[in-house]
Protein backbone atom coordinates (compact mmCIF):
# COMPACT_ATOMS: atom_id res chain seq x y z
CA UNK A 1 0.00 0.00 0.00
CA UNK A 2 2.71 2.64 0.95
CA UNK A 3 5.24 1.72 -1.82
CA UNK A 4 2.48 1.95 -3.97
CA UNK A 5 1.82 5.09 -3.01
CA UNK A 6 5.00 6.10 -2.81
CA UNK A 7 5.66 4.94 -6.42
CA UNK A 8 2.94 7.42 -7.94
CA UNK A 9 3.02 10.14 -6.36
CA UNK A 10 7.58 10.22 -5.29
CA UNK A 11 8.27 13.81 -5.22
CA UNK A 12 12.07 13.21 -6.40
CA UNK A 13 10.27 12.11 -9.76
CA UNK A 14 9.73 15.03 -12.35
CA UNK A 15 5.90 15.11 -12.83
CA UNK A 16 4.66 13.18 -15.79
CA UNK A 17 3.94 15.52 -18.74
CA UNK A 18 0.16 16.59 -18.51
CA UNK A 19 -1.67 16.94 -21.87
CA UNK A 20 -1.78 20.82 -22.31
CA UNK A 21 2.34 21.29 -22.00
CA UNK A 22 4.11 21.09 -24.55
CA UNK A 23 6.81 18.04 -23.83
CA UNK A 24 9.09 15.64 -25.75
CA UNK A 25 5.70 13.27 -26.62
CA UNK A 26 4.13 16.40 -28.76
CA UNK A 27 4.65 16.00 -32.73
CA UNK A 28 6.27 19.07 -34.07
CA UNK A 29 3.09 20.29 -35.79
CA UNK A 30 1.34 20.19 -32.89
CA UNK A 31 4.05 22.40 -31.04
CA UNK A 32 4.19 24.77 -34.25
CA UNK A 33 0.47 25.10 -34.26
CA UNK A 34 0.79 26.12 -30.37
CA UNK A 35 3.18 28.44 -31.07
CA UNK A 36 1.23 29.96 -33.66
CA UNK A 37 -1.68 30.25 -31.52
CA UNK A 38 0.17 32.52 -28.63
CA UNK A 39 0.45 34.77 -31.59
CA UNK A 40 -3.28 35.08 -32.49
CA UNK A 41 -3.52 37.62 -29.82
CA UNK A 42 -0.92 39.67 -31.54
CA UNK A 43 -3.20 40.00 -34.47
CA UNK A 44 -5.39 42.43 -33.59
CA UNK A 45 -3.56 44.17 -31.05
CA UNK A 46 -1.29 45.53 -33.97
CA UNK A 47 -3.77 46.77 -36.42
CA UNK A 48 -3.23 50.39 -34.35
CA UNK A 49 0.61 50.06 -35.30
CA UNK A 50 -0.32 49.00 -38.94
CA UNK A 51 -2.50 51.75 -39.47
CA UNK A 52 0.17 54.59 -38.33
CA UNK A 53 2.74 52.52 -40.37
CA UNK A 54 0.22 52.76 -43.16
CA UNK A 55 -0.19 56.12 -42.64
CA UNK A 56 3.72 57.03 -42.74
CA UNK A 57 4.19 54.75 -45.52
CA UNK A 58 1.44 56.16 -48.00
CA UNK A 59 2.27 59.65 -47.34
CA UNK A 60 6.15 58.68 -47.80
CA UNK A 61 4.92 56.92 -50.90
CA UNK A 62 3.09 59.90 -52.01
CA UNK A 63 5.88 62.69 -51.26
CA UNK A 64 8.22 60.68 -52.65
CA UNK A 65 6.83 60.49 -56.32
CA UNK A 66 7.60 63.52 -57.44
CA UNK A 67 11.22 65.30 -56.84
CA UNK A 68 10.42 68.34 -55.31
CA UNK A 69 13.88 69.21 -54.81
CA UNK A 70 15.40 71.94 -52.50
CA UNK A 71 12.25 74.20 -53.30
CA UNK A 72 10.52 72.40 -50.70
CA UNK A 73 12.62 73.78 -47.56
CA UNK A 74 12.41 77.10 -48.69
CA UNK A 75 10.06 80.74 -48.02
CA UNK A 76 8.31 80.47 -51.52
CA UNK A 77 5.07 78.96 -52.70
CA UNK A 78 3.97 79.12 -56.21
CA UNK A 79 2.37 75.93 -57.59
CA UNK A 80 3.05 77.76 -60.97
CA UNK A 81 6.45 78.46 -61.24
CA UNK A 82 7.14 74.99 -59.46
CA UNK A 83 7.89 76.66 -55.88
CA UNK A 84 6.61 74.44 -53.32
CA UNK A 85 8.28 76.06 -50.05
CA UNK A 86 7.10 74.48 -46.43
CA UNK A 87 8.36 77.57 -44.89
CA UNK A 88 5.08 79.70 -45.13
CA UNK A 89 3.03 77.61 -44.06
CA UNK A 90 5.70 76.82 -41.06
CA UNK A 91 5.42 79.79 -40.29
CA UNK A 92 2.19 80.26 -40.46
CA UNK A 93 1.67 77.35 -38.03
CA UNK A 94 4.19 78.39 -35.60
CA UNK A 95 2.91 82.01 -35.40
CA UNK A 96 -0.39 80.87 -34.69
CA UNK A 97 0.32 77.44 -32.26
CA UNK A 98 2.77 79.25 -30.31
CA UNK A 99 0.44 82.19 -29.09
CA UNK A 100 -2.18 80.58 -28.86
CA UNK A 101 -1.05 77.65 -26.15
CA UNK A 102 0.75 80.69 -24.17
CA UNK A 103 -2.54 82.49 -23.85
CA UNK A 104 -3.98 79.05 -22.86
CA UNK A 105 -1.69 77.80 -20.53
CA UNK A 106 -1.63 80.99 -19.04
CA UNK A 107 -5.61 81.05 -18.65
CA UNK A 108 -5.18 77.14 -17.73
CA UNK A 109 -3.26 77.89 -15.53
CA UNK A 110 -5.33 80.28 -13.55
CA UNK A 111 -8.58 78.21 -13.81
CA UNK A 112 -6.83 75.48 -12.69
CA UNK A 113 -5.60 76.70 -9.21
CA UNK A 114 -8.27 78.57 -8.65
CA UNK A 115 -10.75 75.19 -8.63
CA UNK A 116 -8.13 73.49 -6.79
CA UNK A 117 -6.95 75.88 -4.32
CA UNK A 118 -9.64 78.74 -3.82
CA UNK A 119 -12.76 77.83 -4.91
CA UNK A 120 -15.16 75.52 -3.28
CA UNK A 121 -16.02 72.05 -3.90
CA UNK A 122 -19.35 72.51 -4.84
CA UNK A 123 -18.46 75.00 -6.94
CA UNK A 124 -15.52 73.91 -9.00
CA UNK A 125 -17.68 70.63 -9.24
CA UNK A 126 -20.04 72.75 -11.08
CA UNK A 127 -17.43 74.55 -13.10
CA UNK A 128 -15.17 72.68 -14.17
CA UNK A 129 -17.41 70.15 -16.76
CA UNK A 130 -18.10 73.68 -18.88
CA UNK A 131 -14.65 74.15 -19.58
CA UNK A 132 -14.16 70.45 -20.37
CA UNK A 133 -17.14 70.65 -22.94
CA UNK A 134 -15.37 72.87 -24.93
CA UNK A 135 -13.26 69.90 -25.64
CA UNK A 136 -16.24 67.87 -27.29
CA UNK A 137 -17.22 70.56 -29.76
CA UNK A 138 -16.47 69.99 -33.18
CA UNK A 139 -14.40 72.17 -34.67
CA UNK A 140 -16.52 72.56 -37.82
CA UNK A 141 -19.05 74.11 -34.74
CA UNK A 142 -16.10 76.93 -33.62
CA UNK A 143 -15.82 77.22 -37.27
CA UNK A 144 -18.73 78.70 -38.20
CA UNK A 145 -19.53 80.41 -34.93
CA UNK A 146 -16.03 82.54 -35.26
CA UNK A 147 -16.69 83.29 -38.41
CA UNK A 148 -19.87 84.93 -38.43
CA UNK A 149 -19.83 86.27 -34.94
CA UNK A 150 -15.96 87.00 -34.37
CA UNK A 151 -14.65 87.47 -37.53
CA UNK A 152 -17.04 91.01 -37.72
CA UNK A 153 -15.48 92.14 -34.54
CA UNK A 154 -11.73 91.52 -35.62
CA UNK A 155 -12.47 93.58 -38.42
CA UNK A 156 -14.76 96.20 -37.44
CA UNK A 157 -13.41 96.53 -33.77
CA UNK A 158 -10.55 94.99 -32.57
CA UNK A 159 -7.92 94.77 -35.26
CA UNK A 160 -8.21 98.99 -35.78
CA UNK A 161 -8.15 99.49 -32.03
CA UNK A 162 -4.80 97.50 -31.83
CA UNK A 163 -3.46 99.31 -34.75
CA UNK A 164 -4.09 102.67 -33.65
CA UNK A 165 -2.90 102.26 -29.93
CA UNK A 166 -0.20 99.73 -30.62
CA UNK A 167 0.84 100.86 -33.87
CA UNK A 168 4.49 101.62 -32.59
CA UNK A 169 5.68 97.76 -32.36
CA UNK A 170 7.13 96.74 -34.90
CA UNK A 171 4.75 94.52 -36.89
CA UNK A 172 1.27 96.12 -35.39
CA UNK A 173 1.95 99.21 -37.44
CA UNK A 174 2.35 100.16 -40.79
CA UNK A 175 -0.50 99.74 -43.36
CA UNK A 176 -3.36 97.47 -41.79
CA UNK A 177 -4.09 94.96 -43.95
CA UNK A 178 -7.69 94.63 -45.53
CA UNK A 179 -8.80 91.09 -44.51
CA UNK A 180 -12.33 90.98 -43.34
CA UNK A 181 -11.12 90.37 -40.04
CA UNK A 182 -9.71 86.71 -40.99
CA UNK A 183 -6.22 86.14 -39.80
CA UNK A 184 -3.79 85.71 -37.27
CA UNK A 185 -5.44 87.27 -34.74
CA UNK A 186 -8.50 85.25 -35.30
CA UNK A 187 -6.79 81.66 -35.84
CA UNK A 188 -5.28 82.51 -32.32
CA UNK A 189 -7.95 83.20 -30.33
CA UNK A 190 -10.35 80.22 -31.76
CA UNK A 191 -6.72 78.09 -31.28
CA UNK A 192 -6.80 79.11 -27.24
CA UNK A 193 -10.50 78.28 -27.33
CA UNK A 194 -9.89 74.90 -28.33
CA UNK A 195 -6.51 74.04 -26.63
CA UNK A 196 -8.31 75.52 -22.97
CA UNK A 197 -10.04 71.97 -21.94
CA UNK A 198 -7.14 70.64 -22.49
CA UNK A 199 -4.30 72.49 -20.50
CA UNK A 200 -6.90 73.14 -17.92
CA UNK A 201 -7.86 69.72 -17.45
CA UNK A 202 -4.21 68.42 -17.60
CA UNK A 203 -3.47 71.25 -14.95
CA UNK A 204 -6.31 70.54 -12.94
CA UNK A 205 -5.65 66.81 -12.38
CA UNK A 206 -1.82 67.23 -11.68
CA UNK A 207 -2.89 70.22 -8.76
CA UNK A 208 -5.23 67.27 -7.59
CA UNK A 209 -2.67 64.78 -7.20
CA UNK A 210 -0.56 66.81 -4.59
CA UNK A 211 -0.73 64.98 -1.64
CA UNK A 212 -3.11 66.67 0.84
CA UNK A 213 -0.56 66.43 3.54
CA UNK A 214 1.54 68.93 1.28
CA UNK A 215 -1.10 71.40 1.47
CA UNK A 216 -2.26 71.33 4.99
CA UNK A 217 1.33 71.59 6.19
CA UNK A 218 2.21 74.48 3.34
CA UNK A 219 -0.72 76.16 5.42
CA UNK A 220 0.15 74.94 8.80
CA UNK A 221 3.29 76.99 8.45
CA UNK A 222 1.62 79.50 7.92
CA UNK A 223 2.14 79.95 4.39
CA UNK A 224 -0.83 81.43 2.38
CA UNK A 225 -3.02 79.67 0.39
CA UNK A 226 -1.16 81.78 -3.06
CA UNK A 227 2.46 80.26 -1.59
CA UNK A 228 1.24 76.62 -1.10
CA UNK A 229 0.24 76.67 -4.90
CA UNK A 230 3.37 78.59 -5.76
CA UNK A 231 6.10 77.08 -3.75
CA UNK A 232 4.81 74.06 -3.30
CA UNK A 233 2.26 72.61 -5.39
CA UNK A 234 3.44 74.02 -8.54
CA UNK A 235 6.81 72.76 -8.11
CA UNK A 236 5.28 69.36 -7.29
CA UNK A 237 3.28 69.12 -10.50
CA UNK A 238 5.89 70.64 -12.82
CA UNK A 239 5.59 67.57 -14.95
CA UNK A 240 2.01 67.64 -15.10
CA UNK A 241 2.16 71.27 -16.57
CA UNK A 242 4.84 70.52 -19.01
CA UNK A 243 2.50 67.80 -20.47
CA UNK A 244 -0.18 69.83 -20.90
CA UNK A 245 2.24 72.39 -22.34
CA UNK A 246 2.95 70.18 -25.32
CA UNK A 247 -0.03 67.87 -25.44
CA UNK A 248 -1.63 71.49 -26.04
CA UNK A 249 0.52 72.38 -28.38
CA UNK A 250 0.12 69.28 -30.61
CA UNK A 251 -3.96 70.24 -30.61
CA UNK A 252 -3.17 73.84 -31.71
CA UNK A 253 -0.56 72.59 -34.15
CA UNK A 254 -2.83 70.23 -35.92
CA UNK A 255 -6.32 71.65 -35.58
CA UNK A 256 -7.36 72.17 -39.34
CA UNK A 257 -10.78 72.92 -39.98
CA UNK A 258 -11.65 75.33 -37.88
CA UNK A 259 -8.13 77.38 -38.92
CA UNK A 260 -8.91 76.60 -42.55
CA UNK A 261 -12.54 78.87 -42.25
CA UNK A 262 -10.81 81.44 -40.09
CA UNK A 263 -6.89 82.41 -41.38
CA UNK A 264 -7.33 83.44 -44.57
CA UNK A 265 -5.87 81.06 -46.76
CA UNK A 266 -2.94 83.16 -47.92
CA UNK A 267 0.64 81.55 -49.03
CA UNK A 268 2.94 84.35 -48.30
CA UNK A 269 4.59 85.41 -45.00
CA UNK A 270 2.66 87.19 -43.27
CA UNK A 271 3.95 91.22 -43.02
CA UNK A 272 2.08 92.39 -40.01
CA UNK A 273 0.23 90.47 -37.18
CA UNK A 274 -2.75 90.91 -38.60
CA UNK A 275 -1.72 89.54 -42.11
CA UNK A 276 -3.70 86.35 -43.24
CA UNK A 277 -2.18 83.40 -43.41
CA UNK A 278 -1.75 79.31 -43.66
CA UNK A 279 -1.07 76.37 -41.42
CA UNK A 280 0.26 73.17 -42.82
CA UNK A 281 -3.16 71.47 -41.86
CA UNK A 282 -5.37 74.08 -43.34
CA UNK A 283 -3.33 73.66 -45.98
CA UNK A 284 -3.24 70.40 -46.55
CA UNK A 285 -7.04 70.27 -46.37
CA UNK A 286 -8.25 73.21 -48.41
CA UNK A 287 -5.95 72.64 -51.49
CA UNK A 288 -6.05 69.20 -51.83
CA UNK A 289 -8.59 69.83 -54.35
CA UNK A 290 -6.25 71.84 -56.15
CA UNK A 291 -3.57 69.33 -56.23
CA UNK A 292 -5.70 66.54 -57.44
CA UNK A 293 -4.10 66.16 -61.15
CA UNK A 294 -0.91 67.46 -60.32
CA UNK A 295 1.68 64.73 -59.18
CA UNK A 296 3.99 67.95 -57.80
CA UNK A 297 1.42 69.70 -55.82
CA UNK A 298 0.16 66.00 -54.29
CA UNK A 299 3.39 65.22 -53.32
CA UNK A 300 4.23 68.65 -51.79
CA UNK A 301 1.10 68.16 -50.00
CA UNK A 302 2.09 64.85 -48.73
CA UNK A 303 5.52 65.89 -47.60
CA UNK A 304 3.41 68.60 -45.03
CA UNK A 305 1.58 65.85 -43.89
CA UNK A 306 5.34 64.02 -42.91
CA UNK A 307 6.59 67.06 -41.58
CA UNK A 308 2.92 67.58 -39.52
CA UNK A 309 2.67 64.25 -38.19
CA UNK A 310 6.69 63.86 -37.57
CA UNK A 311 6.16 67.34 -34.88
CA UNK A 312 2.60 66.24 -33.74
CA UNK A 313 3.98 62.65 -32.36
CA UNK A 314 7.01 63.75 -30.91
CA UNK A 315 5.42 66.27 -28.89
CA UNK A 316 2.46 63.89 -28.12
CA UNK A 317 5.07 61.08 -27.26
CA UNK A 318 7.02 63.44 -25.28
CA UNK A 319 3.87 64.77 -23.35
CA UNK A 320 2.55 61.14 -22.71
CA UNK A 321 5.63 60.13 -21.07
CA UNK A 322 6.11 62.67 -18.38
CA UNK A 323 2.85 61.56 -16.50
CA UNK A 324 1.54 58.56 -15.39
CA UNK A 325 -1.64 58.29 -15.85
CA UNK A 326 -4.17 60.70 -18.46
CA UNK A 327 -7.55 58.25 -17.72
CA UNK A 328 -9.13 62.06 -17.35
CA UNK A 329 -7.99 63.31 -20.05
CA UNK A 330 -8.53 60.18 -22.34
CA UNK A 331 -11.92 60.20 -21.23
CA UNK A 332 -12.46 63.80 -22.51
CA UNK A 333 -11.76 62.17 -26.08
CA UNK A 334 -8.60 63.81 -26.71
CA UNK B 1 19.38 76.13 25.89
CA UNK B 2 21.44 77.25 23.70
CA UNK B 3 19.55 75.51 20.77
CA UNK B 4 16.07 76.68 22.13
CA UNK B 5 17.08 79.95 21.61
CA UNK B 6 17.17 80.23 17.60
CA UNK B 7 13.62 79.17 16.98
CA UNK B 8 12.40 81.09 19.90
CA UNK B 9 14.23 84.14 18.48
CA UNK B 10 13.20 83.88 15.34
CA UNK B 11 9.35 83.48 16.26
CA UNK B 12 9.63 86.19 18.56
CA UNK B 13 5.89 87.86 18.17
CA UNK B 14 7.16 91.32 18.47
CA UNK B 15 9.80 91.08 15.39
CA UNK B 16 7.05 89.70 13.56
CA UNK B 17 4.89 92.47 13.97
CA UNK B 18 7.59 95.09 13.97
CA UNK B 19 9.48 93.94 10.98
CA UNK B 20 7.33 91.92 8.95
CA UNK B 21 3.59 93.76 9.04
CA UNK B 22 3.85 95.19 6.05
CA UNK B 23 5.26 92.06 4.41
CA UNK B 24 1.86 89.95 6.08
CA UNK B 25 -0.48 92.67 5.05
CA UNK B 26 0.87 91.96 1.81
CA UNK B 27 0.90 88.33 1.67
CA UNK B 28 -2.59 88.01 3.12
CA UNK B 29 -3.96 90.78 0.92
CA UNK B 30 -2.45 89.14 -2.04
CA UNK B 31 -3.86 85.97 -1.54
CA UNK B 32 -7.20 87.38 -1.08
CA UNK B 33 -6.88 89.36 -4.31
CA UNK B 34 -5.57 86.20 -6.06
CA UNK B 35 -8.70 83.75 -5.04
CA UNK B 36 -11.00 86.51 -6.09
CA UNK B 37 -9.77 87.17 -9.24
CA UNK B 38 -8.41 83.43 -10.90
CA UNK B 39 -12.22 82.31 -10.96
CA UNK B 40 -13.22 85.75 -12.44
CA UNK B 41 -11.18 83.28 -15.40
CA UNK B 42 -13.90 81.14 -15.45
CA UNK B 43 -15.92 84.12 -17.23
CA UNK B 44 -13.39 83.99 -19.93
CA UNK B 45 -13.82 80.42 -20.98
CA UNK B 46 -17.58 80.01 -20.08
CA UNK B 47 -18.50 82.86 -22.13
CA UNK B 48 -17.57 81.62 -25.71
CA UNK B 49 -19.43 78.56 -24.91
CA UNK B 50 -22.38 79.96 -23.57
CA UNK B 51 -22.23 82.17 -26.27
CA UNK B 52 -22.01 79.70 -28.93
CA UNK B 53 -24.56 77.32 -27.95
CA UNK B 54 -26.88 80.97 -27.07
CA UNK B 55 -25.65 82.19 -31.00
CA UNK B 56 -26.31 78.83 -33.37
CA UNK B 57 -29.52 77.77 -31.36
CA UNK B 58 -30.57 81.20 -32.19
CA UNK B 59 -29.87 81.15 -35.65
CA UNK B 60 -31.37 77.63 -35.92
CA UNK B 61 -34.25 77.00 -33.97
CA UNK B 62 -36.67 79.34 -34.87
CA UNK B 63 -36.18 78.23 -38.61
CA UNK B 64 -36.00 74.86 -37.92
CA UNK B 65 -39.65 71.94 -38.18
CA UNK B 66 -39.73 69.18 -38.82
CA UNK B 67 -40.48 69.22 -42.87
CA UNK B 68 -36.51 70.44 -42.81
CA UNK B 69 -35.48 67.82 -40.90
CA UNK B 70 -37.09 64.98 -43.13
CA UNK B 71 -37.18 66.75 -46.46
CA UNK B 72 -35.08 65.49 -48.90
CA UNK B 73 -35.51 67.01 -51.93
CA UNK B 74 -32.10 67.14 -53.61
CA UNK B 75 -32.95 70.58 -55.02
CA UNK B 76 -34.20 72.36 -52.35
CA UNK B 77 -32.22 74.60 -50.03
CA UNK B 78 -33.86 74.29 -47.05
CA UNK B 79 -33.66 70.44 -46.71
CA UNK B 80 -31.92 68.27 -44.09
CA UNK B 81 -33.08 64.99 -44.50
CA UNK B 82 -29.97 63.62 -47.15
CA UNK B 83 -27.47 65.13 -44.96
CA UNK B 84 -28.95 63.65 -41.56
CA UNK B 85 -29.50 60.21 -42.93
CA UNK B 86 -26.31 59.45 -44.67
CA UNK B 87 -24.69 60.78 -41.25
CA UNK B 88 -26.66 58.06 -39.43
CA UNK B 89 -25.70 55.48 -41.66
CA UNK B 90 -22.11 56.54 -42.26
CA UNK B 91 -21.51 56.68 -38.32
CA UNK B 92 -23.40 53.26 -37.94
CA UNK B 93 -20.96 51.72 -40.54
CA UNK B 94 -17.84 53.40 -39.46
CA UNK B 95 -18.49 52.72 -35.53
CA UNK B 96 -19.02 48.95 -36.14
CA UNK B 97 -15.85 48.71 -38.23
CA UNK B 98 -14.03 50.74 -35.90
CA UNK B 99 -15.76 48.56 -33.31
CA UNK B 100 -14.30 45.47 -34.97
CA UNK B 101 -11.14 46.80 -35.33
CA UNK B 102 -10.61 48.10 -32.07
CA UNK B 103 -12.10 45.79 -29.56
CA UNK B 104 -10.55 42.36 -29.82
CA UNK B 105 -7.19 44.13 -30.04
CA UNK B 106 -7.78 46.39 -26.91
CA UNK B 107 -8.80 42.94 -24.96
CA UNK B 108 -5.84 41.25 -26.56
CA UNK B 109 -3.72 43.89 -25.04
CA UNK B 110 -5.14 43.58 -21.64
CA UNK B 111 -5.20 40.13 -21.34
CA UNK B 112 -2.57 38.24 -23.62
CA UNK B 113 0.84 40.55 -24.06
CA UNK B 114 3.32 40.29 -21.83
CA UNK B 115 3.82 44.15 -20.10
CA UNK B 116 6.70 44.94 -22.64
CA UNK B 117 4.68 43.64 -25.63
CA UNK B 118 1.52 45.43 -23.95
CA UNK B 119 3.25 49.15 -23.78
CA UNK B 120 4.25 49.05 -27.82
CA UNK B 121 0.78 48.92 -28.48
CA UNK B 122 -0.25 51.14 -26.33
CA UNK B 123 1.93 53.82 -27.63
CA UNK B 124 0.78 52.80 -31.26
CA UNK B 125 -2.56 53.58 -29.92
CA UNK B 126 -1.66 56.37 -28.47
CA UNK B 127 0.04 57.82 -31.81
CA UNK B 128 -3.15 57.26 -33.66
CA UNK B 129 -4.87 59.04 -31.43
CA UNK B 130 -2.75 61.89 -31.47
CA UNK B 131 -2.07 61.82 -35.50
CA UNK B 132 -4.24 65.05 -36.83
CA UNK B 133 -7.37 64.52 -38.48
CA UNK B 134 -5.90 65.81 -41.74
CA UNK B 135 -3.25 63.14 -41.95
CA UNK B 136 -5.72 60.33 -41.54
CA UNK B 137 -8.04 62.23 -44.15
CA UNK B 138 -4.48 62.06 -46.74
CA UNK B 139 -4.09 58.40 -45.72
CA UNK B 140 -7.34 57.33 -47.11
CA UNK B 141 -7.28 59.88 -50.18
CA UNK B 142 -3.98 58.12 -50.99
CA UNK B 143 -4.48 54.43 -50.13
CA UNK B 144 -8.24 54.09 -50.65
CA UNK B 145 -8.97 56.94 -53.72
CA UNK B 146 -6.16 56.45 -55.35
CA UNK B 147 -4.62 53.19 -54.99
CA UNK B 148 -7.18 51.15 -54.30
CA UNK B 149 -9.27 52.99 -57.12
CA UNK B 150 -12.26 53.33 -55.06
CA UNK B 151 -12.53 57.29 -55.86
CA UNK B 152 -13.96 59.48 -53.89
CA UNK B 153 -16.71 57.36 -52.76
CA UNK B 154 -19.03 56.35 -49.50
CA UNK B 155 -16.82 53.01 -48.75
CA UNK B 156 -13.57 55.30 -48.77
CA UNK B 157 -14.72 57.69 -46.26
CA UNK B 158 -16.90 54.94 -44.08
CA UNK B 159 -12.89 53.17 -43.81
CA UNK B 160 -11.10 56.28 -43.54
CA UNK B 161 -13.06 57.67 -40.82
CA UNK B 162 -13.21 54.25 -38.68
CA UNK B 163 -9.72 53.87 -38.81
CA UNK B 164 -9.52 57.64 -37.07
CA UNK B 165 -11.89 56.51 -33.99
CA UNK B 166 -10.39 52.69 -34.10
CA UNK B 167 -7.69 53.76 -31.45
CA UNK B 168 -10.14 55.66 -28.89
CA UNK B 169 -12.57 52.07 -29.21
CA UNK B 170 -8.95 50.12 -28.68
CA UNK B 171 -8.20 52.78 -25.14
CA UNK B 172 -11.29 51.86 -23.66
CA UNK B 173 -11.34 48.48 -24.59
CA UNK B 174 -7.94 48.11 -22.72
CA UNK B 175 -8.85 50.17 -20.06
CA UNK B 176 -11.78 48.68 -19.23
CA UNK B 177 -9.79 44.75 -19.02
CA UNK B 178 -6.69 46.01 -17.71
CA UNK B 179 -8.61 47.65 -14.58
CA UNK B 180 -10.74 44.85 -13.76
CA UNK B 181 -9.41 43.96 -9.76
CA UNK B 182 -6.85 41.05 -10.14
CA UNK B 183 -8.27 39.21 -7.58
CA UNK B 184 -11.74 38.81 -10.02
CA UNK B 185 -9.14 37.63 -12.54
CA UNK B 186 -7.24 35.38 -10.82
CA UNK B 187 -10.08 33.54 -9.07
CA UNK B 188 -11.73 33.19 -12.44
CA UNK B 189 -9.09 31.34 -13.51
CA UNK B 190 -7.70 29.86 -10.79
CA UNK B 191 -11.01 28.16 -10.21
CA UNK B 192 -10.13 26.91 -13.63
CA UNK B 193 -11.91 28.80 -16.13
CA UNK B 194 -9.83 29.28 -19.48
CA UNK B 195 -8.76 32.64 -20.58
CA UNK B 196 -11.84 32.53 -23.16
CA UNK B 197 -14.08 32.12 -21.12
CA UNK B 198 -13.21 34.91 -18.44
CA UNK B 199 -12.96 37.31 -20.50
CA UNK B 200 -16.84 36.35 -21.95
CA UNK B 201 -18.48 35.28 -18.91
CA UNK B 202 -16.52 37.26 -15.97
CA UNK B 203 -14.72 40.09 -17.55
CA UNK B 204 -16.83 41.15 -20.20
CA UNK B 205 -20.00 42.04 -18.24
CA UNK B 206 -17.43 44.48 -15.58
CA UNK B 207 -15.70 45.80 -18.24
CA UNK B 208 -19.03 46.12 -21.04
CA UNK B 209 -20.22 49.86 -19.77
CA UNK B 210 -17.00 51.49 -19.76
CA UNK B 211 -16.18 49.71 -23.33
CA UNK B 212 -19.82 51.54 -23.98
CA UNK B 213 -18.23 54.80 -23.36
CA UNK B 214 -15.32 54.46 -25.27
CA UNK B 215 -17.60 53.60 -28.35
CA UNK B 216 -19.93 56.70 -27.39
CA UNK B 217 -16.73 58.89 -27.18
CA UNK B 218 -15.63 57.54 -30.90
CA UNK B 219 -18.83 58.09 -32.06
CA UNK B 220 -18.67 61.71 -30.52
CA UNK B 221 -15.42 62.52 -32.01
CA UNK B 222 -16.33 60.92 -35.50
CA UNK B 223 -19.39 62.33 -35.96
CA UNK B 224 -17.86 65.84 -35.41
CA UNK B 225 -14.80 65.15 -37.62
CA UNK B 226 -14.74 67.33 -41.00
CA UNK B 227 -11.68 66.27 -42.67
CA UNK B 228 -11.15 62.18 -43.05
CA UNK B 229 -14.97 62.24 -44.67
CA UNK B 230 -14.21 65.99 -46.92
CA UNK B 231 -10.65 64.81 -47.97
CA UNK B 232 -11.97 61.01 -49.67
CA UNK B 233 -15.93 61.90 -50.47
CA UNK B 234 -17.47 64.09 -52.73
CA UNK B 235 -20.66 66.04 -51.63
CA UNK B 236 -23.89 64.81 -53.00
CA UNK B 237 -27.31 65.20 -52.84
CA UNK B 238 -29.18 61.87 -52.28
CA UNK B 239 -28.73 59.32 -49.71
CA UNK B 240 -25.82 57.30 -51.06
CA UNK B 241 -27.52 54.36 -53.58
CA UNK B 242 -24.18 52.45 -53.88
CA UNK B 243 -21.09 51.91 -51.84
CA UNK B 244 -19.32 54.73 -54.56
CA UNK B 245 -22.20 57.14 -54.49
CA UNK B 246 -21.00 60.47 -53.27
CA UNK B 247 -22.23 61.40 -50.02
CA UNK B 248 -23.52 64.77 -48.30
CA UNK B 249 -22.94 64.56 -44.24
CA UNK B 250 -23.47 67.57 -41.62
CA UNK B 251 -20.03 68.68 -41.19
CA UNK B 252 -19.44 68.68 -44.87
CA UNK B 253 -22.82 70.62 -45.21
CA UNK B 254 -21.57 73.23 -42.29
CA UNK B 255 -17.76 73.20 -44.33
CA UNK B 256 -19.31 74.03 -47.85
CA UNK B 257 -21.83 76.68 -46.68
CA UNK B 258 -20.17 78.51 -43.47
CA UNK B 259 -18.98 81.59 -45.84
CA UNK B 260 -22.49 82.05 -47.72
CA UNK B 261 -23.70 85.90 -47.04
CA UNK B 262 -25.40 86.60 -44.10
CA UNK B 263 -28.92 85.32 -43.71
CA UNK B 264 -29.01 83.68 -46.72
CA UNK B 265 -30.90 80.62 -46.92
CA UNK B 266 -27.77 78.47 -47.28
CA UNK B 267 -26.06 79.79 -44.02
CA UNK B 268 -29.36 79.32 -41.81
CA UNK B 269 -29.02 75.63 -43.54
CA UNK B 270 -25.38 75.30 -42.11
CA UNK B 271 -26.48 77.24 -38.88
CA UNK B 272 -29.11 74.28 -38.50
CA UNK B 273 -26.83 71.83 -39.41
CA UNK B 274 -24.14 73.26 -36.23
CA UNK B 275 -27.20 73.01 -33.96
CA UNK B 276 -27.88 69.19 -34.69
CA UNK B 277 -24.51 68.59 -34.76
CA UNK B 278 -23.45 70.34 -31.67
CA UNK B 279 -26.89 68.22 -30.31
CA UNK B 280 -25.40 64.88 -30.88
CA UNK B 281 -22.13 65.78 -29.59
CA UNK B 282 -23.01 66.95 -26.19
CA UNK B 283 -25.55 64.34 -25.88
CA UNK B 284 -23.08 61.87 -26.64
CA UNK B 285 -20.83 63.49 -24.21
CA UNK B 286 -23.70 63.44 -21.24
CA UNK B 287 -24.40 59.88 -21.85
CA UNK B 288 -20.76 59.05 -21.65
CA UNK B 289 -20.43 61.37 -18.33
CA UNK B 290 -23.51 59.43 -17.09
CA UNK B 291 -22.09 56.11 -17.54
CA UNK B 292 -18.63 56.86 -16.52
CA UNK B 293 -20.17 58.20 -13.27
CA UNK B 294 -22.11 55.00 -12.87
CA UNK B 295 -19.41 52.56 -13.60
CA UNK B 296 -17.24 54.63 -10.93
CA UNK B 297 -19.78 53.71 -8.16
CA UNK B 298 -20.45 49.71 -9.61
CA UNK B 299 -16.32 49.67 -9.43
CA UNK B 300 -16.03 51.02 -6.04
CA UNK B 301 -18.47 48.53 -4.92
CA UNK B 302 -16.39 45.82 -6.50
CA UNK B 303 -13.35 46.81 -4.21
CA UNK B 304 -15.41 46.47 -0.65
Known amino acids: MQASLGSEFDPAQPLPPSSTASGPSESAGRRIARGLGRLIPFVPALIPAVIIVGIIGALLSAGLQA ?203 PTSVFSTSNTIPATMFSLLDSARNNSHFLSALADMGLVLLAITLVVNILGRRLVSSLYAYEMAGL | MATATLPSAALDPDDVLTQSSGRLLWRTGFDRWIGWLLPLLFVVAIYPILDLVYYISSRAIPTLSWAILTSTNPTATDALGVPIITTFEIMAAATLLAVALGIFGGVATAEFLSTRAAEWVRASANMLAGAPSVVVGYFGYIVFVTSFGWGLSYIAGVVTLAFFMTPYVFRTADLAFSSIPRPIREAALGSGSRPVQYILRVGAPIAFPQILTGVFLAMAIGVGETAPLVLTTTYGVLVPQTLYSPVSFLTGLIWANFSQPQNSGLQILAFQAAFLLMVLVVGLNIVVRIISAQYRKRLEGLYQ
Not at chain 1, 107 to 115: D, N, Q, V, Y
Open chain 1, 67 to 269: NLGRTFFSFVWNPAQNDWGIGVFLVGSFLTAIPALTLSMLIGLGLAIASTAFLPRFVSRWLDPFVDLLAGIPSVVYGIWAYVTLRPFFSDTFNPWVHLHFGFVPGVGGRLPSTGGQGLPLAIIILTLMALPITTLLIRDSLRSVPQDLWESGLALGATRWEVVRHIALPYSNRGVLSAALLGFGRAFGETVAVAMLIGGASTL
